[in-house]
C-alpha cells in the first residue's frame, strides 16, 4: 500500500512522465517500477546488484543500472540518453544521500519528489550531510514531500480495489524474499531487509508447510531463497 499511496497521492505519476525510482528491486520499489508503468511513464532503476537489475528490467522498467558501477549521477544520466529523457518529473526516493542529490539536479520543471525512506542512512554513526543543491527545487518550483502510510489509511478500500484486479490479471507481480526458521528468523529477515540480501519483501513464514528445497526463485516474483542472494 505504501508504493501505491507514494505514487497515486503524492508523486501523481502521469502518462507521459519520467520516473526514476530507487531501491528498486525493494519491497516498495519494486511496485513502484509496475504501477508506474502501468499509468504510462517511463521508469528508470536503481539495483544493488547485477540480478537485481535484470529484475528490475524484468518488472517493465525501460532502464535500470547497479549504482556500484560508478556515480549515481553519471549513472542516472546514461540511463536517461538511453530513455531519450532529458530531466525527471517524478523521483520516489527510497534511498536518500547520492540517489536524492542526483535526482534533484536533473529535474524538470514542477517535479515531484516522494520521499519514502532513506536507507542509506539508516545505520550511520553520525549525522550525514544533505543534498547541496536544494535551491534546484525553487528554480524549478519542484515539490519534495515525505509520508508515511499512517496518514493515508483511509485509502485502503481504493487500493485494495485496485491492487486486487492489477494481481488478478498479471499486471503487478509481487517480489519476495522468504526467510526460513519461523519466528526465530524474523531477525534474519530483519537485516536481511537493511542490508540487501532480500529482494522485494522480506517474508518470515510461521508454518513449516514448504519444503526448504524449494525455496528457489526468479527474481520476477515469487520466492527468492535468502542463501543465493547472500551470494551476491
Known amino acids: 500500500m ?4 507514494g505514487c497515486e497521492r503524492i508523486a501523481r505519476i502521469e502518462s507521459g512522465d519520467v520516473v526514476f525510482v530507487s531501491s528498486a528491486a525493494g519491497a516498495v520499489g519494486s511496485t513502484v517500477v509496475q504501477i508506474a508503468k502501468l499509468r504510462g511513464a517511463t521508469v ?9 537489475v535484470a529484475l528490475v528490467r524484468e518488472l517493465g522498467a525501460d532502464a535500470a543500472f547497479d549504482y556500484h558501477d560508478g556515480s549515481v549521477k553519471d549513472l542516472l544520466r546514461a540511463a536517461m540518453t538511453d530513455v531519450g529523457a532529458t530531466g525527471l518529473d517524478v523521483y520516489f526516493d527510497n534511498v536518500g544521500g547520492e540517489h536524492l542529490e542526483a535526482a534533484i539536479r536533473v529535474i524538470n520543471d514542477h517535479a515531484r519528489i516522494a520521499l519514502c525512506g532513506m536507507i542509506s ?3 550511520s554513526a553520525t549525522p550525514q550531510p544533505g543534498p547541496n543543491n536544494l535551491i534546484k ?16 489509511l483511509d485509502a485502503r478500500e481504493e487500493f485494495e480495489d485496485r491492487m486486487a484486479e492489477w494481481l488478478r490479471i498479471g499486471a503487478v507481480r509481487p517480489v519476495h524474499t522468504e526467510f526460513t526458521g519461523g519466528v526465530e528468523g524474523a531477525w534474519d529477515a530483519f537485516l536481511g531487509m537493511l542490508d540487501g540480501t532480500a529482494t522485494g519483501k522480506a517474508v518470515v513464514p510461521l508454518t513449516r508447510n514448504r519444503i526448504e528445497q524449494d525455496s528457489t526463485t526468479s527474481e520476477s516474483g515469487g520466492m527468492i531463497s535468502p542463501d543465493k542472494e547472500a551470494t551476491r
Not at 137 to 152: K, P, Q, S, T
Request: glycine share 10%; proline share 3%; hydrophobic share 45%.
Open 44 to 52: 528508470i532503476g536503481s539495483a544493488g546488484s547485477p540480478e537485481k
Open 137 to 152: 527545487l525553487v528554480w524549478r518550483r519542484a515539490r519534495m514531500e515525505g509520508f508515511l502510510l499512517r496518514d493515508h
Open 121 to 123: 542512512i539508516y545505520n
Open 2 to 5: 505504501t508504493a501505491w499511496v
